[in-house]
């Protein structure tokens, strides 16, 4: 048997979103909740739950988009869909998400530093297998 941990998710998306040019997969991905194409178009289906910011970072306007392309990112490395290599991407991804919001320079070079420092164990794979 295979599963996933989970803890409580302080979101859920009420519609569709699209976001283009995030991360070429090596090979596309349709899942219920969370899709990827070729070219890196990612669409996360109405339903999805995600956690919004994490460590200290509050959950305002300017962060909630970035937050949630993010954590469908790191999903899909977690999964595998996409490589460990592309976290470093998928955080300069929420940077850039951040600042084209309007986020303070500092803030989403403070948000990116964090996740560069201490984000990785939220992209290691999280399939538990029992027999």
Not at 23 to 38: M, Q, R, T, V
Not at 54 to 71: E, G, K, Q, R
Not at 100 to 105: I, L
Request: proline share 3%; hydrophobic share 35%; glycine share 10%.
């Amino acid at each position: 048997m295979r599963y996933k941990k989970r803890k409580h998710w302080k979101y859920k998306t009420v519609g569709d979103t699209f976001h283009h040019k995030a991360i070429k997969p090596e090979a596309p991905s349709y899942g219920e909740f969370l899709s990827i194409a070729g070219d890196g178009t990612l669409l996360i289906s109405g339903g999805y739950c995600y956690d919004g910011a994490s460590f200290i970072v509050l959950d305002t306007d300017n962060v909630m988009y970035p937050a949630l392309i993010h954590d469908a990112l790191y999903q899909l490395i977690r999964e595998g869909v996409l490589k460990q290599s592309d976290r470093k991407r998928a955080d300069e991804i929420l940077r850039e998400l951040c600042l084209e919001r309007g986020m303070s320079t500092i803030r989403a070079w403070s948000i990116y530093y964090g996740l560069r420092a201490g984000g990785g164990h939220a992209a290691k794979p999280d399939i538990l297998t029992v027999d």
